[in-house]
């Protein structure tokens, strides 16, 4: 397997946005990295950079024990000697080429065939990208650059031009091409269904810098910090102080809406050894609602709240509620139905405490717009 | 019909049509994709032609060419030849007037082929020289071939240039336009007109051509 990526570097795109990289990705352990954040976090930057089609201001990359790039040394590969496959966002096939063209067009026929053979792609052979759909043109992408035999591969989005459906379909069976293709690949998404899906370890991407970095279910699990958790999809941050410990579990009391005056609700979660002032994150799926607080079930913590508001999305209805401090919920539609929720009703909210999971609180002007964005 | 003056003509157009392309494509593609901010001053200058008088042109041409500029003293001693009034001075004139012609569309035409494309390929490990054979020129092969029959349809109606380096000399610088104006001063309105009439229908059969093969609609005016 191939060595770790080392990318220590920065490139100024504008005056106010400037994208900072400080990762080490181990590649030979993990095939498939995820460089997750929200759009314009500077992840396509970072790719580009990587390619070799943006230089940095400063810095320096290297792989597999050769130096990409180095500024303090001069030196900068073109993309050419890097040997790094770039799969574009809508897979810039070549349009004058038949799709066995494209595949072959820096390899051997015979390679070409066999790509084509192993992607399904044989009968495709002799139509031109434009006739063949989004999800086939993404495997010829892919054919295409595995053909010439690349160290790494670096995808940009690979998903976001199909259709809802087709992406669904197509995340696993993407993740079972890359792994047998055998290269090890650096995923651009800000899907975290897709991060959960494609990854072994990710990266998380806020306002141009690497703010967390492991395996995709450490990070999931325990973001680093609040605006961690808020991409990663954690919509509930919640600042929170410890106040006790009860049967091996850790008691919250959560900072109310005020200026951190002590009145919100108490919650309970794993001992994961934090100390000292937290950040609870909750993710709105794991909130549950029943009409009543004196229903007994497994979950250690009944919230008493007043619905604020539903908002349908879809098959999902998304619930505010205030609990002394708010909290959101996601439940089906179904469900919201059922239970007639309705702006003032008094409900319990329902958590696990294995769904509570601690950041690390982390200064005053990260918790004032972690409130904010609650 | 002045038979020798259409085939000087047509010699003419086409070695200015050859020279322009292998000039034209490198300039076009430097003028696209280069970075450099001061860019818009070779711009300007390539289309110049466009809006100077051919006289004015064709001064310059011929005190840059005379023999005792530095460039026909350069080319009197490699050839012993003279460049004011001969075909190769021509030539050199023609080019000149006609490169606007060339550039624009051929640059247009480059702009409009997606830069992904190319950065695929150069992550496919292709050179940049093999990736703009393999996909720019493909890509932009219609706004090429406008901009060479632009170039050899301006070539073959040039007039104030040809007379002011050229002059009117029969088989050597009597080009068809010269040709068509000496008939009209000499009263041959017959010979002027059939002249006339085989270079409309030339020119409107090539134009026609193009169109019918490249089913587009180009402007015929190269300014984008």
């Not at chain 1, 379909?169 to 995923?187: F, Q």
């Given at each position: 397997?191939?060595?770790?990526?080392?990318?220590?570097?920065?490139?100024?795109?504008?005056?106010?946005?400037?994208?900072?990289?400080?990762?080490?990705?181990?590649?030979?352990?993990?095939?498939?990295?995820?460089?997750?954040?929200?759009?314009?976090?500077?992840?396509?930057?970072?790719?580009?950079?990587?390619?070799?089609?943006?230089?940095?201001?400063?810095?320096?990359?290297?792989?597999?024990?050769?130096?990409?790039?180095?500024?303090?040394?001069?030196?900068?590969?073109?993309?050419?000697?890097?040997?790094?496959?770039?799969?574009?966002?809508?897979?810039?096939?070549?349009?004058?080429?038949?799709?066995?063209?494209?595949?072959?067009?820096?390899?051997?026929?015979?390679?070409?065939?066999?790509?084509?053979?192993?992607?399904?792609?044989?009968?495709?052979?002799?139509?031109?990208?434009?006739?063949?759909?989004?999800?086939?043109?993404?495997?010829?992408?892919?054919?295409?650059?595995?053909?010439?035999?690349?160290?790494?591969?670096?995808?940009?989005?690979?998903?976001?031009?199909?259709?809802?459906?087709?992406?669904?379909?197509?995340?696993?069976?993407?993740?079972?091409?890359?792994?047998?293709?055998?290269?090890?690949?650096?995923?651009?998404?800000?899907?975290?269904?897709?991060?959960?899906?494609?990854?072994?370890?990710?990266?998380?991407?806020?306002?141009?810098?690497?703010?967390?970095?492991?395996?995709?279910?450490?990070?999931?699990?325990?973001?680093?910090?609040?605006?961690?958790?808020?991409?990663?999809?954690?919509?509930?941050?919640?600042?929170?102080?410890?106040?006790?410990?009860?049967?091996?579990?850790?008691?919250?009391?959560?900072?109310?809406?005020?200026?951190?005056?002590?009145?919100?609700?108490?919650?309970?979660?794993?001992?994961?050894?934090?100390?000292?002032?937290?950040?609870?994150?909750?993710?709105?799926?794991?909130?549950?609602?029943?009409?009543?607080?004196?229903?007994?079930?497994?979950?250690?913590?009944?919230?008493?709240?007043?619905?604020?508001?539903?908002?349908?999305?879809?098959?999902?209805?998304?619930?505010?509620?205030?609990?002394?401090?708010?909290?959101?919920?996601?439940?089906?539609?179904?469900?919201?139905?059922?239970?007639?929720?309705?702006?003032?009703?008094?409900?319990?909210?329902?958590?696990?405490?294995?769904?509570?999971?601690?950041?690390?609180?982390?200064?005053?002007?990260?918790?004032?717009?972690?409130?904010?964005?609650? | 019909?002045?038979?020798?003056?259409?085939?000087?003509?047509?010699?003419?157009?086409?070695?200015?049509t050859a020279i322009l392309l292998a000039l034209g494509l490198p300039i076009a593609y430097w003028l696209t994709f280069s970075p450099r901010r001061w860019k818009f001053l070779v711009e300007a200058l390539v289309a110049?032609?466009?809006?100077?008088?051919?006289?004015?042109?064709?001064?310059?041409?011929?005190?840059?060419?005379?023999?005792?500029?530095?460039?026909?003293?350069?080319?009197?001693?490699?050839?012993?030849?003279?460049?004011?009034?001969?075909?190769?001075?021509?030539?050199?004139?023609?080019?000149?007037?006609?490169?606007?012609?060339?550039?624009?569309?051929?640059?247009?035409?480059?702009?409009?082929?997606?830069?992904?494309?190319?950065?695929?390929?150069?992550?496919?490990?292709?050179?940049?020289?093999?990736?703009?054979?393999?996909?720019?020129?493909?890509?932009?092969?219609?706004?090429?071939?406008?901009?060479?029959?632009?170039?050899?349809?301006?070539?073959?109606?040039?007039?104030?240039?040809?007379?002011?380096?050229?002059?009117?000399?029969?088989?050597?610088?009597?080009?068809?336009?010269?040709?068509?104006?000496?008939?009209?001063?000499?009263?041959?309105?017959?010979?002027?007109?059939?002249?006339?009439?085989?270079?409309?229908?030339?020119?409107?059969?090539?134009?026609?051509?193009?169109?019918?093969?490249?089913?587009?609609?180009?402007?015929?005016?190269?300014?984008?």
């Open positions: 397997m191939a060595d770790p990526l080392i990318c220590q570097c920065r490139k100024r795109l504008s005056k106010a946005f400037e994208v900072e990289a400080d990762l080490r990705i181990p590649l030979d352990r993990a095939p498939v990295t995820v460089l997750f954040g929200p759009s314009g976090s500077g992840k396509t930057t970072l790719l580009r950079l990587l390619a070799g089609l943006e230089r940095p201001d400063a810095g320096s990359i290297a792989f597999g024990g050769r130096t990409w790039f180095d500024a303090a040394r001069g030196i900068h590969l073109p993309p050419q000697q890097r040997r790094a496959g770039f799969l574009f966002q809508d897979y810039a096939l070549f349009p004058h080429l038949t799709v066995a063209r494209n595949v072959a067009y820096n390899a051997s026929h015979e390679t070409a065939r066999q790509l084509l053979d192993t992607f399904g792609l044989a009968d495709l052979a002799a139509s031109k990208p434009r006739a063949i759909s989004g999800g086939q043109q993404q495997r010829v992408a892919l054919a295409r650059a595995l053909a010439a035999q690349p160290a790494l591969l670096l995808l940009d989005e690979p998903l976001s031009a199909l259709d809802a459906l087709t992406r669904s379909r197509t995340r696993h069976e993407l993740r079972r091409m890359l792994l047998t293709g055998g290269v090890p690949s650096i995923v651009v998404t800000h899907d975290r269904m897709e991060a959960v899906t494609l990854g072994d370890w990710m990266a998380v991407m806020v306002n141009g810098r690497i703010r967390q970095a492991g395996p995709v279910q450490d990070v999931f699990r325990r973001p680093a910090d609040p605006q961690v958790a808020e991409s990663v999809g954690v919509e509930n941050v919640l600042a929170a102080e410890i106040v006790g410990r009860q049967s091996g579990l850790l008691v919250l009391q959560v900072c109310g809406q005020g200026n951190g005056q002590a009145c919100g609700g108490r919650i309970r979660c794993v001992d994961s050894g934090e100390t000292g002032p937290v950040f609870a994150c909750i993710r709105a799926e794991d909130v549950a609602i029943a009409p009543r607080m004196d229903q007994v079930s497994s979950a250690r913590n009944r919230l008493a709240g007043c619905v604020r508001a539903v908002i349908a999305e879809g098959a999902l209805a998304r619930v505010e509620l205030d609990c002394g401090f708010p909290l959101v919920a996601l439940v089906t539609a179904q469900s919201a139905a059922e239970l007639a929720l309705g702006e003032g009703d008094n409900v319990a909210a329902v958590i696990k405490a294995t769904s509570v999971h601690l950041a690390a609180h982390s200064g005053a002007g990260n918790l004032a717009r972690s409130r904010e964005k609650v | 019909m002045d038979w020798q003056a259409i085939w000087l003509s047509v010699r003419l157009a086409g070695a200015t110049l032609p466009l809006v100077l008088p051919p006289t004015v042109l064709g001064f310059y041409v011929l005190l840059a060419i005379g023999p005792r500029s530095p460039l026909g003293a350069l080319y009197a001693k490699l050839t012993g030849g003279m460049l004011p009034f001969s075909f190769q001075g021509l030539l050199l004139a023609s080019v000149l007037y006609s490169f606007p012609f060339a550039v624009q569309p051929v640059a247009a035409a480059f702009a409009g082929v997606d830069r992904r494309l190319l950065e695929a390929s150069w992550c496919l490990g292709v050179s940049r020289a093999a990736t703009f054979r393999r996909v720019i020129v493909p890509l932009a092969l219609p706004g090429i071939a406008t901009g060479a029959i632009l170039s050899f349809a301006h070539t073959l109606g040039e007039f104030g240039v040809v007379l002011m380096v050229g002059g009117n000399i029969s088989g050597v610088t009597r080009t068809v336009s010269i040709s068509i104006y000496d008939s009209v001063q000499a009263l041959n309105y017959a010979a002027a007109g059939e002249t006339s009439l085989f270079l409309v229908c030339v020119s409107f059969t090539v134009l026609a051509l193009t169109y019918a093969l490249q089913r587009r609609i180009w402007t015929v005016w190269p300014i984008h």
